[in-house]
């Protein structure tokens, strides 16, 4: 569980951080025929900080439940 727990505040980390996600896809223009065109499109996938920060309070009950536990 602590390694679980450790993981998931990095990722929450990793969320607070880098809020945007941008990727491409292929979108079809013209189609006559044989010819076909085609172009990248931008696109945009973003999320609150406070979407990392909600992480790493997860994560860090994890881990305080899991070091509890031990005890």
Do not use: C, H, Y
């Not at 996938?45 to 994890?62: C, D, E, R, Y």
């Amino acid at each position: 569980m602590k390694t679980t727990g450790i993981i998931i505040i990095a990722i929450g980390i990793l969320l607070t951080i880098f809020t945007t996600f941008k990727f491409f896809t292929k979108e079809k223009v013209v189609d006559i025929g044989a010819l076909e065109i085609t172009r990248d499109k931008p696109n945009t996938f973003s999320w609150s900080p406070i979407v990392g920060v909600l992480t790493i309070g997860l994560g860090a009950v994890i881990l305080w439940q899991s070091s509890r536990k031990s005890n």
